[in-house]
């Protein structure tokens, strides 16, 4: 039996301060980590964003016509 092991690359945090809001991604394997202002704009469209992001990576069987 096989198995697989993860290893964290990178985390990120989208953080709300006072209406403001911050981006945060730690890059765990050097242990940095680099911040951006992210407009509430952006903030809204997120979901968006990552299900165009999910389809462009893990594209749905195209269906055969008939």
Do not use: H, I
Not at 32 to 46: E, G, W
Request: avoid cysteine; charge should be positive.
């Amino acid at each position: 039996m096989e198995t697989s092991t993860q290893t964290l690359l990178f985390a990120a945090e989208l953080v709300e301060e006072n209406g403001t809001y911050t981006l945060v991604v730690e890059d765990v394997r050097r242990g940095s980590v680099q911040t951006t202002p992210v407009p509430k704009a952006m903030v809204d469209k997120l979901p968006t964003f990552l299900s165009a992001l999910s389809a462009k990576l893990n594209p749905a069987p195209s269906r055969r016509r008939w």
